[in-house]
């Protein structure tokens, strides 16, 4: 079991940005791909951002591309997401999840683990 749980969620106004973090505990955090998700009202949850095993290799949806970095330290078993440049848009639940696999996945049904979320809300 790999427990994880977000942090960093608020309310910031169009152009702003967060930091959101993740902290895992529970399983060797270096084993997982780490991912973000997010989930807006009436929506499907949606792949934002992946970085695979050993900080070597990130992935991105379009919508967030240049604006988003994700990154993790896995001496502090944190995977993080810096939101830069944020639209009203990107208001959402935000969520980590771990998944097995080395390289990383946007699919939202190879994630193993999940977090609870935290909220990002952005005022235009």
């Known amino acids: 079991q790999v427990q994880l749980v977000e942090s960093g969620g608020g309310l910031v106004q169009a152009g702003g940005s967060l930091r959101l973090s993740c902290v895992a505990s529970?399983?060797?955090?270096?084993?997982?791909?780490m991912g973000w998700f997010r989930q807006a009202p009436g929506k499907e949850r949606e792949f934002v951002a992946t970085?695979?095993?050993?900080?070597?290799?990130?992935y991105y949806a379009d919508s967030v591309k240049g604006r988003f970095t994700i990154s993790r330290d896995n001496a502090k078993n944190t995977v993080s997401l810096q939101m830069n440049s944020l639209k009203p848009e990107d208001t959402a639940i935000y969520y980590c999840?771990?998944?097995?696999?080395?390289?990383?996945?946007?699919?939202?049904?190879?994630?193993?683990?999940w977090g609870q979320g935290t909220q990002v809300t952005v005022s235009s």
């Open positions: 999840a771990a998944e097995l696999r080395a390289g990383g996945s946007y699919r939202k049904g190879e994630y193993a683990y």
């Open positions: 529970g399983r060797t955090f270096s084993n997982y791909a």
């Open positions: 970085i695979n095993r050993s900080n070597t290799g990130t």
